[in-house]
């Protein structure tokens, strides 16, 4: 069946640190791929998605590129700020209806 | 409403008590799905709207849980004689149509505790 695994955190970075976090998937079909941003105390924000192979998504300075060869779709920032505190989902959908979520990745930035 | 809107916010239920979750969703969204998070997992599907029908309640995890929609807007989510093992944060998405190319917007959820 479908799955997502994602970076397990968490991930603690200095403000304008390069920022990674790692997202595999198996799927049976041709999923699109997102990933989701949820602040303390908020529900889950769209930050990027790409629907198919070599798309890249990008959104506030993030970028995920989808790779079917790897079937992967990592996130990445090339400086982040206090900001981008949050925790971070990776997501499939394929044809039917429902997401299937990683278990999320917990950011911190410190000035 | 510019957003989804849940509510309550936060429950508290004490064990065997019957509790009832809203989702109001974005006017207009014809798709709504309601999803559990656990603490520190993520979210997981229970079931899926379209309109006023319920197409795919398969992840609903004991026939417990409850949910309806009767009109194509409101949907409510409801658990009977709850237990521990139902705490978590419930969560309520809606969307302009289903199809695997678009986001959905995610309410806030209600985060139920049951002691």
Redesign the interface.
């Given at each position: 069946g479908d799955s997502v695994t994602q970076m397990e955190g968490p991930v603690t970075l200095s403000e304008e640190a390069f920022l990674t976090i790692n997202c595999t998937y198996t799927a049976t079909g041709y999923p699109s791929l997102f990933w989701y941003v949820q602040y303390p105390g908020e529900g889950l924000q769209l930050l990027l998605k790409a629907t198919k192979a070599d798309d890249k998504g990008s959104n506030k300075g993030f970028e995920a590129t989808y790779r079917k060869e790897t079937t992967s779709f990592h996130l990445e920032k090339g400086s982040v700020q206090v900001s981008d505190s949050a925790v971070y989902f990776c997501a499939l959908k394929d044809t039917g209806n429902q997401f299937y979520f990683g278990t999320g990745t917990s950011l911190t930035v410190i000035p | 409403g510019a957003g989804?809107s849940q509510s309550p916010r936060y429950k508290v239920a004490k064990r065997g008590q019957d509790v009832a979750l809203r989702c109001d969703p974005i006017s207009g969204h014809v798709s709504l799905?309601w999803?559990q998070q656990a603490l520190?997992?993520?979210?997981?599907?229970l079931t899926?709207f379209q309109n006023e029908a319920q197409?795919?309640k398969s992840?609903l995890p004991s026939d417990r849980f409850f949910a309806e929609r009767p009109e194509g807007s409101v949907s409510t989510l409801k658990i009977q004689r709850t237990q521990q093992e139902d705490s978590a944060v419930y969560?309520c998405?809606s969307s302009t149509r289903?199809g695997?190319?678009y986001?959905?917007?995610?309410?806030?959820?209600t985060r139920l505790t049951v002691v």
């Open positions: - | 989804v799905f999803y520190g997992q993520g979210p997981e599907f899926y197409l795919d992840g969560l998405a289903q695997q190319n986001g959905y917007t995610f309410g806030s959820g």
